[in-house]
């Protein structure tokens, strides 16, 4: 549907973080969620101006309504009807907490929710509550198992971190066994709560990058990764190598502010969540101008712009680099992505200091 996509002129993906509130207290959360809702928050009518907006894009335009929990809005439903009615495609993603009974999934499917989207973030309950901090396995499951059984669409979210690379094998497991369309694996980004985890090395996340790649050639679901680009370099030197056709890795990827853009619970524009530096508000700006013209998000569709060893790597058009982590770690969103160990032959630049060796240099595995 978006093959031929023009990514200067619109998302592939728009997420609306809808609120901030939630039950749930996590300890990678980006959004430092807490119970109560913002008051500040976009209105219903503010909302809905947004999602008309949204439909300025074009038709079938695919919208995620994130949190927080999107639950904690009683207008939740009363939203997703609204931008099912403007040719949107709703989707969401909420908290797998006990509020999201059968009976709730069931009328967000009413509504027009195309596919709903649940963390997990370990095979069992014992890892995947240790790793969130919270009580909320059982819930997870029940709810995508209602999902099912509404007729929705699964996509499962797991983060990858050193605490659950390890289960990475087990977590595929439930993803098959929970009938899920689409595994969203996110390497994380260190913002919000998230800064307390351990990221894997770049050496593991290469690894777990190729087994991925094996792991779509071998389910019937699809597999993508978040906030980790490189996943398409791997690919395709899978490809040239002779293992794997990865003709769809030649195209350009998604990455914050090329393809994909993110509207704040108070209606802050940003190239994604992870990277909150805001180009805009829409109280004051449409997203489609802020998305097509704010200096930063042109600048984030530059990669010939970037600096370091991603403005000089021969892939940096269908990769890029994660421009999230590249802010996170550095403050500067257009240089180079800390978790990707690869050098592109001839550079001779400075390299992330996660690839540096003891004395200053480059790491074997990065030569």
Same mark, same amino acid.
């Given at each position: 549907?978006?093959?031929?996509?023009? %990514?200067?002129?619109?998302?592939?993906?728009?997420?609306?973080?809808?609120?901030?509130?939630?039950?749930?207290?996590?300890?990678?959360?980006?959004?430092?969620? &807490?119970?109560?809702?913002?008051?500040?928050?976009? %209105?219903?009518?503010?909302?809905?101006?947004?999602?008309?907006?949204?439909?300025?894009?074009?038709?079938?335009?695919?919208?995620?309504?994130?949190?927080?929990?999107?639950?904690?809005?009683?207008?939740?439903?009363?939203?997703?009807?609204?931008?099912?009615?403007?040719?949107?495609?709703?989707?969401?993603?909420?908290?797998?907490?006990?509020?999201?009974?059968?009976?709730?999934?069931?009328?967000? $499917?009413?509504? $027009?929710?195309?596919?709903?989207?649940?963390?997990?973030?370990?095979?069992?309950?014992? &890892?995947?509550?240790?790793?969130?901090?919270?009580? !909320?396995?059982?819930?997870?499951?029940?709810?995508?198992?209602?999902?099912?059984?509404?007729?929705?669409?699964?996509?499962?979210?797991? %983060?990858?971190?050193?605490?659950?690379?390890?289960?990475?094998?087990?977590?595929?497991?439930?993803?098959?066994?929970?009938?899920?369309?689409?595994?969203?694996?996110?390497?994380?980004?260190?913002?919000?709560? +998230?800064?307390?985890?351990?990221?894997? !090395?770049?050496?593991?996340?290469?690894?777990?990058?190729?087994?991925?790649?094996?792991?779509?050639?071998?389910? &019937?679901?699809?597999?993508?990764?978040?906030?980790?680009?490189?996943?398409?370099?791997?690919?395709?030197?899978?490809?040239?190598?002779?293992?794997?056709?990865?003709?769809?890795?030649?195209? +350009?990827?998604?990455?914050?502010?090329?393809?994909?853009?993110?509207?704040?619970?108070?209606?802050?524009?940003?190239?994604?969540?992870?990277?909150?530096?805001?180009?805009?508000?829409?109280?004051?700006?449409?997203?489609?101008?802020?998305?097509?013209?704010?200096?930063?998000?042109?600048?984030?569709?530059?990669?010939?712009?970037?600096? $370091?060893?991603?403005?000089?790597?021969?892939?940096?058009?269908?990769?890029?680099?994660?421009?999230?982590?590249?802010?996170?770690?550095? $403050?500067?969103?257009?240089?180079?992505?800390?978790?990707?160990?690869?050098?592109?032959?001839?550079?001779?630049?400075?390299?992330?200091?996660?690839?540096?060796?003891?004395?200053?240099?480059?790491?074997?595995?990065?030569?």
């Amino acid at each position: 549907m978006f093959d031929d996509l023009d %990514t200067d002129r619109r998302p592939l993906v728009l997420v609306w973080e809808v609120t901030q509130a939630c039950g749930l207290a996590c300890r990678h959360c980006r959004a430092n969620a &807490r119970p109560q809702r913002h008051p500040d928050e976009l %209105t219903t009518a503010e909302g809905k101006r947004l999602l008309a907006d949204a439909a300025a894009f074009g038709d079938g335009q695919l919208v995620v309504l994130s949190g927080g929990d999107p639950l904690a809005r009683d207008d939740l439903t009363e939203l997703v009807a609204h931008g099912d009615d403007l040719g949107l495609r709703m989707t969401i993603t909420p908290s797998g907490t006990r509020p999201l009974t059968p009976e709730r999934v069931s009328d967000l $499917g009413d509504a $027009g929710i195309a596919r709903m989207a649940l963390s997990l973030d370990g095979s069992t309950r014992e &890892r995947h509550d240790a790793f969130r901090g919270e009580e !909320s396995f059982a819930d997870t499951v029940a709810a995508a198992r209602a999902a099912r059984d509404a007729g929705i669409p699964l996509q499962i979210n797991t %983060t990858v971190c050193a605490d659950t690379v390890e289960d990475l094998p087990a977590i595929r497991d439930r993803v098959r066994d929970l009938g899920a369309v689409l595994w969203s694996v996110f390497f994380l980004v260190p913002v919000g709560r +998230g800064r307390v985890l351990d990221p894997v !090395s770049p050496e593991r996340a290469e690894a777990a990058m190729a087994w991925l790649h094996e792991v779509s050639e071998e389910e &019937r679901f699809g597999v993508k990764t978040t906030e980790a680009p490189f996943y398409r370099r791997v690919g395709i030197q899978r490809a040239e190598a002779g293992s794997a056709d990865a003709e769809a890795d030649r195209r +350009g990827g998604v990455t914050a502010g090329r393809g994909f853009g993110f509207v704040g619970h108070t209606g802050e524009v940003y190239p994604s969540g992870f990277l909150p530096e805001s180009a805009g508000n829409v109280r004051e700006r449409s997203a489609v101008d802020v998305y097509r013209n704010a200096d930063l998000f042109e600048s984030l569709r530059d990669p010939d712009g970037f600096s $370091g060893k991603c403005g000089a790597c021969e892939f940096r058009h269908v990769c890029g680099g994660s421009r999230s982590r590249a802010y996170a770690v550095t $403050g500067d969103p257009t240089d180079s992505d800390p978790l990707c160990p690869y050098v592109p032959d001839g550079y001779d630049g400075p390299l992330p200091e996660r690839q540096r060796g003891a004395d200053g240099g480059r790491s074997e595995s990065a030569d």
